[in-house]
């Protein structure tokens, strides 16, 4: 099998015959042309891993026919033959996109590495574009599930905004999936083969997210051990997503608002600005306006956010989404567990419906898979739900700690006290479940009946 | 199958004689040393100071293996070791970059001799309808400068001596 296709452009006959045959000889399979016309369609005729150029030809010079070339094959590698080394040509070459020059005659040891080296460079471009592709077809990313003439209303809005650069500001209660559509957002854009960087602004304190932000310098505090980029330097191309935006304090507020506005980062105790391009999506479940009003949200941020707004609706809005979603949560979670697809009893699917769901899709998610991890019937029972209360319902003057102690216990129960996975169901860490646990003085051996809310 | 060596400048007769030994034992023919007066001159390029070896080979009788003691060319390379017809009876080699001098060392005979024979069975490897090998070790394999001429063995891999074989019948 020949090493790869070579294809020569030169006017001196010479040249091509001399080349050509040394290529034959070297195992590549070889084109030749004569001028830019008769190369363009060789190119478009059949396909090359490199072509090689003399810089000076009557009609189109090289340099000009590698802009066209590089039209129809924008990663063919091209390198550019000159008479006569000089800087300038080199230079000339290079900007222009050459991927290399070499000067005539060749020596054939340099001219053997310069070929070899270009037709890997470009395998492994392939390559990469191959894993991307590939990458893309396994995590797809998130999908907006929903049939509601609200949800179709936000995937609207997501499939128009996400092919432009516009900053897309996304509102909703915790729960309704701001982060799934900042992916979709992702996923639908140019950036989509870059990273999209989740940035949780209220999970760390002001020091530590400017740092996590913006990365740092060795030495710039106590505990900088060693430079570290930060998440807007690792979303260069892609997509920096901010959740809870409103959390951040009025300092850092000024310091996004720079970077946004200059698109350029200094690092925590760095001088020098780094040029990033990334696009923002930020999202918040308060009302930003109020906290503008109030003063604690700075209002030129607040403009420069909201270029393009999302309201993702709660869930107890579009009720006709529910079943769309349980099924979905169902299905994949039993893949997930390794068990066979499972099935909604319909009085469980329509207390599902009934229910209020404070905490929207992601609490019914999670309703769905503890339900599952308990369930070992063929179909979903409404049984297998802790809400048969029906929360709709005001609670009879019980206390908090009296609803939270009960469903912790019944969990708890349920999963065997299994606290790993009791904490997965519950969405809370098992620090805080084992917390808990010792504040209601949670016994496994204790009578712990389940208490019929 | 009768091989003729054609020197191509002054001084090679021992070294010939020398090589057509070393072929005949290597390919298990008779090698033939011969003196034809061949004008090489039209084929020296005053500018690069080198022969032009695609010209000498269309001067050379067929069936010939021409040895040049000048440093060879053809015009888009700086040098060649050698140049061959594929699948035809005429090849050339020189010995000028074979030799240690050439690197700046001293002279060293028997690494000549053996780069010499390396190089001949090369380039009429290519006679035989040859391409570069990819075995490292094999003669026919690319090289492009003396330190892989060095690593490969004066002799043809099992794949190419298959195809070597029906012509020195």
Request: hydrophobic share 40%; with cysteine; aromatic share 6%.
């Amino acid at each position: 099998m020949p090493k790869g296709t070579v294809l020569i452009v030169d006017d001196d006959p010479v040249v091509r015959d001399s080349l050509g045959k040394w290529f034959e000889s070297e195992d590549y399979d070889v084109g030749t042309s004569s001028d830019a016309r008769s190369a363009l369609d060789e190119l478009a005729r059949r396909h090359y891993d490199i072509a090689l150029l003399d810089i000076k030809m009557p009609g189109t010079d090289g340099i000009e026919l590698q802009a066209r070339l590089k039209d129809v094959d924008p990663e063919l590698p091209v390198v550019i033959m000159t008479g006569y080394a000089s800087v300038e040509t080199a230079v000339k070459a290079l900007k222009n996109g050459a991927y290399d020059y070499i000067t005539k005659p060749f020596d054939p040891d340099e001219l053997v590495h310069l070929i070899d080296k270009a037709i890997a460079h470009r395998a492994a471009q392939r390559e990469v574009a191959r894993l991307r592709e590939s990458l893309h077809q396994i995590f797809p990313g998130a999908t907006l599930i929903g049939q509601s003439p609200a949800m179709k209303r936000v995937m609207e809005l997501v499939e128009t905004v996400a092919p432009t650069d516009a900053t897309v500001l996304i509102t909703g209660e915790s729960g309704t999936g701001k982060e799934v559509v900042a992916r979709s957002i992702h996923q639908l854009s140019p950036r989509r083969l870059h990273p999209m960087v989740v940035i949780h602004c209220g999970a760390l304190a002001e020091t530590l997210l400017e740092s996590e932000l913006f990365g740092h310098e060795k030495g710039s505090f106590t505990g900088a051990q060693a430079r570290k980029k930060g998440k807007f330097e690792v979303a260069d191309g892609g997509t920096a997503f901010l959740d809870e935006i409103s959390d951040i304090s009025l300092k850092t507020q000024s310091d996004l608002l720079r970077v946004l506005q200059e698109k350029e980062i200094v690092r925590v105790g760095g001088t020098q600005s780094i040029k990033v391009d990334f696009r923002c999506v930020a999202a918040t479940n308060k009302k930003l306006e109020r906290l503008v009003e109030e003063g604690l949200f700075r209002p030129d941020l607040y403009y420069r956010l909201n270029v393009f707004a999302i309201e993702i609706p709660p869930l107890r809005a579009r009720r006709e989404d529910i079943p769309l979603l349980a099924t979905h949560f169902l299905d994949k979670f039993a893949v997930n567990m390794n068990r066979p697809p499972q099935k909604m009893a319909q009085r469980a699917m329509e207390m599902l419906m009934d229910y209020n769901w404070p905490g929207n899709v992601r609490e019914l998610e999670n309703a769905v898979e503890r339900a599952l991890l308990i369930n070992r019937e063929p179909e979903l029972p409404p049984e297998a739900f802790p809400f048969q209360l029906n929360p709709t319902a005001p609670s009879s003057g019980r206390r908090l700690e009296d609803i939270e102690r009960i469903h912790i216990e019944r969990i708890l129960t349920e999963t065997g006290w299994n606290l790993s996975r009791a904490a997965r169901v519950l969405d809370i860490d098992r620090t805080t479940l084992y917390n808990k646990i010792k504040r209601y003085s949670l016994r496994e051996s204790a009578p712990n009946k389940v208490t019929p809310a | 199958m009768t091989l003729r060596l054609l020197p191509i400048g002054p001084g090679l007769t021992e070294r010939l004689d020398a090589l057509a030994a070393d072929l005949a034992s290597a390919l298990r023919i008779s090698c033939k040393v011969e003196t034809v007066p061949l004008d090489m001159e039209v084929a020296y390029s005053i500018d690069r100071g080198q022969y032009y070896s695609t010209q000498i080979l269309g001067a050379v009788p067929d069936g010939t293996l021409a040895v040049s003691p000048y440093d060879l060319y053809v015009p888009i390379l700086t040098f060649v070791f050698g140049e061959a017809q594929l699948r035809g009876s005429r090849a050339i080699v020189s010995t000028w970059r074979l030799r240690e001098e050439f690197y700046g060392l001293a002279p060293d005979e028997s690494k000549l001799r053996e780069r010499l024979l390396k190089e001949s069975l090369h380039e009429l490897g290519h006679n035989f309808g040859l391409r570069h090998c990819d075995d490292w070790r094999c003669v026919m394999a690319s090289s492009h400068n003396v330190e892989t001429l060095d690593l490969k063995l004066p002799a043809y891999c099992p794949r190419c001596r298959t195809v070597v074989a029906p012509f020195l019948l």
